[in-house]
Structure formats: structure tokens, C-alpha cells
């Protein structure tokens, strides 16, 4: 009758006799010592198979071979890095006296070097510090959404909007005025349309914005959000009728009645999305300007 044999129980050994069983067993695995293949060796309260332990043919054992370094595979998909170029570069259609608008980009890049102008699109919630001589402080901070940009070059201006106290405030500031000692970028993106303006005529709530508003993070390689709300509007009278066609609002929830919905529809001009002269392709300005830039910078 085959007995088996077995470790003593845990318990029964001391804690010296149990780190004395793991040394030897280390010392006679760096060793190299020779142990029968499908044998078993038993530490206190565990048994270990060496079964799949391997002899080369001249009896000596192998080399020791590193495993291979793990390869590391990022998996994101990583926006393209390409620069953005404010819109104020662009000279606008019919004016381009090139010596005029030259100046006005050296002037620009050389405010950009000492001066941190981010990037931000209308839609976007903005806090802007600017330098007043009455305040205690002897600067005011205003926080509110770009509800439009306008302008170019030197010329530049942007309109934020927010209701304080019930009360709608607006201020278009410059954006390449000295007085102007920080602009922050709360929460960068975008709308629905180029165009804000019909929020004076929204309710409120779409124009409220807390002053005390934290920056969103953000990281570089993330594109841009699109925000796609639909504002509900005052009763009518608006500053303009913005249900007409030539205005193409998209987010603008419209709660008209049906007949003058289809009234507005008779302002529509439908021919001049082909009107291939209405189109100002600047592909090749752009391209021009960006060069331009970025060898400007690099000095």
C-alpha cells in the first residue's frame, strides 16, 4: 500500500521554517540542479510540478532567454495637427491691397508674440479682462457666449452677451486693442450657425451664463464639439425676421403658425446657391497666409 507523502500543515511550521523552505527551493532553481522530470517538490502547504521543466541534450540546462518587449500599439485616432488661422487674416472680398493688409499681419503677429490670443469660434464662452481705470482693481472682467466676429485685420471685434440681473448685456470689444489684458476660454465650441445675433430675441435662459464659470478641460487632440440646441424665441416682434430664408437660421426651434412659415418661404432666392461668383474661394490665400505665419513666428 503506497502511501502519500504530504507537507506538514501550515500551522505546524514556524515562520523560519517556512522562509528557510522557499530559499532552498529558490537556491536549487538558480543552481541549475537537476531534478526528475514529472517530480514534485512540496513547500510548506503548496506542491509544485516541474513536469514541464527541460533538459538540452548534452544534459546541461538552456540559456536563459528574455521574453520579447511587449509592442505598445495606440489604438486613438489622433486628430491632424494643423494650425488654426483666425479669420481676421483673411482680407475680405474685392479689398486686397496686398502692401495694406502685409502691414496689418506684421503688426498683428507681433501683438500675437506678447500677446496670448486664443482660439475660439462664435458659440464659445469667453471671459475677457480688460484694464479700467475707474475700477479698484483697475480691471473688469466680463464672461459671456461670442454671439459674432466681425471685421478684419487690425480691425477685428468680437460680441459677448450674457443677462445679468435679468437684464441683456452686450460688449464688442477689439480684438487687438491694448487695453484688453486677457482673454480665457471657458468652453470652446461651436453652433449651428455663424451667427448668434438672434439670441437678443431668444428667451433669456440661452444667454445666461454664471460669471464664477470654471474653465471646461479639454485635450489638444479633440476636435472641436458642435453644440446643436435650438433656441425658443420671444413673441414676436423680433429684431428681424429671422424666419426668412436669406437669413438660413438653423438654430432657431421656430413655433410660427404654418401660414406665415409658408409667407416667409416666398422671399426664398433658391438660384443663388449656384451663383459660382458668390463664392469666395480662399484655399489659396489661406495656404499663402499660414506660410507666411508660421515663418513669421519661428523668428
Partial sequence: MRHRLRAPSRRALSPRTRRSGRAAAAMAAACGRL????????????????????????????????????????????????????????????????LKYYIERKDMIQRRKVFNIPEFYVGSILAVTTANPLASDKSSRFVGICIQRGGTGLGATFVLRNVIEDQG?????????????????????????????????????????DVNMKPVPRMDHEEIPVNKVQVRMKPKPWSKRWERPKYNIKGIK??????????????????????????????????????????????
Fill in 35 to 98: 531534478v526528475p522530470r514529472g517530480a514534485a517538490i512540496a513547500l510548506p502547504g503548496r506542491w509544485f510540478s516541474l513536469s514541464g521543466y527541460r533538459v538540452s541534450s548534452d544534459g546541461k540546462p538552456p540559456k536563459f532567454q528574455p521574453p520579447p518587449k511587449p509592442v505598445i500599439i495606440d489604438r486613438k485616432t489622433k486628430k491632424e495637427e494643423s494650425r488654426f488661422l483666425s479669420p481676421e487674416f483673411i482680407p475680405p472680398r474685392g479689398r486686397k491691397d496686398p
Fill in 169 to 209: 448685456v452686450e460688449i464688442c470689444y477689439e480684438l487687438y486693442s491694448p487695453r484688453i489684458q486677457a482673454i480665457e476660454v471657458l468652453k470652446l465650441e461651436k453652433r449651428l450657425d455663424e451667427n448668434l445675433m438672434y439670441l437678443r430675441d431668444a428667451l433669456p435662459e440661452y444667454s445666461t451664463v
Fill in 254 to 299: 421656430f413655433e410660427l403658425p404654418e401660414h406665415k412659415m409658408q409667407a416667409a418661404q416666398k422671399w426664398s432666392q433658391p438660384w443663388l446657391e449656384f451663383d459660382m461668383l458668390r463664392e469666395y474661394d480662399t484655399s489659396k490665400i489661406e495656404e499663402k497666409i499660414r506660410k507666411e505665419l508660421s515663418e513669421e513666428l519661428e523668428k
